[in-house]
């Protein structure tokens, strides 16, 4: 999905800031960030936000760089890809695909997002929040998911829901878990 067509590439910027270990001043990550927009849906959010939510789900990572494509889809290709991935039927709010490096290859792709907005634009209506919000946390719902976080067993869910909780407030929104 990293050269999708159809894409839209942000291009690489010196934009997250991350700690160094040891030190109190701050080093910049290199995010290469590919937004590819497939979506009928006309009224979602912009590149600039979903970068600034990955920014957030990645702000402790400790990479000098880090590449990962965010795909907006309808939901036919949602369905697919969890049909053919998942082997569920139906489209999902968000899939993560995890880069597996090849043996000895050291590479800075994290992985794909790929995030159905028909389904996310109804659930945020279903739940009566703003659209803005549920958007932010699939965003980092599915970017952490590529860092390796899960949600399969109790405690493991927890740990993933409290984090998403934490970096959602910090970006302004309301804890989800509240």
Same mark, same amino acid.
């Given at each position: 999905?990293? &050269?999708?067509?159809?894409?839209?590439?942000?291009?690489?910027?010196?934009?997250?800031?991350?700690?160094?270990?040891? &030190? &109190?001043?701050? $080093?910049?990550?290199?995010?290469?960030?590919?937004?590819? =927009?497939?979506?009928?849906?006309?009224?979602?959010? $912009?590149?600039?936000?979903?970068?600034?939510?990955?920014?957030?789900?990645?702000?402790?990572?400790?990479?000098?760089?880090?590449?990962?494509?965010?795909?907006?889809?309808?939901?036919?290709? &949602?369905?697919?890809? =969890?049909?053919?991935?998942?082997?569920?039927?139906?489209a999902t709010n968000v899939l993560s695909f995890p880069f597996e =490096?090849?043996?000895g290859v050291e590479t800075d792709i994290l992985g794909d997002v790929?995030?159905?907005?028909?389904?996310?634009?109804?659930?945020?209506?279903?739940?009566?929040?703003?659209?803005?919000?549920?958007?932010?946390l699939i965003v980092v719902h599915g970017v952490l998911h590529l860092?390796?976080?899960?949600?399969?067993?109790?405690?493991?869910?927890?740990?993933?829901? =409290?984090?998403?909780?934490?970096?959602?407030?910090?970006?302004?929104?309301?804890?989800?878990?509240?």
């Amino acid at each position: 999905m990293r &050269s999708g067509v159809g894409s839209r590439t942000m291009g690489v910027q010196r934009a997250v800031f991350l700690p160094c270990p040891g &030190s &109190s001043e701050r $080093q910049a990550m290199r995010l290469e960030l590919d937004v590819q =927009n497939v979506s009928a849906i006309t009224d979602g959010p $912009q590149d600039a936000e979903i970068r600034r939510w990955v920014e957030a789900a990645l702000a402790d990572v400790h990479r000098d760089e880090v590449a990962l494509t965010v795909r907006i889809v309808d939901e036919p290709e &949602s369905a697919a890809l =969890n049909r053919r991935y998942r082997h569920q039927e139906g489209a999902t709010n968000v899939l993560s695909f995890p880069f597996e =490096n090849p043996p000895g290859v050291e590479t800075d792709i994290l992985g794909d997002v790929v995030i159905c907005a028909p389904l996310v634009m109804r659930e945020a209506r279903a739940q009566c929040i703003p659209p803005s919000a549920h958007w932010a946390l699939i965003v980092v719902h599915g970017v952490l998911h590529l860092r390796g976080y899960d949600h399969r067993r109790d405690d493991d869910a927890r740990v993933m829901e =409290n984090r998403e909780a934490r970096i959602l407030t910090e970006l302004g929104f309301d804890d989800p878990l509240a």
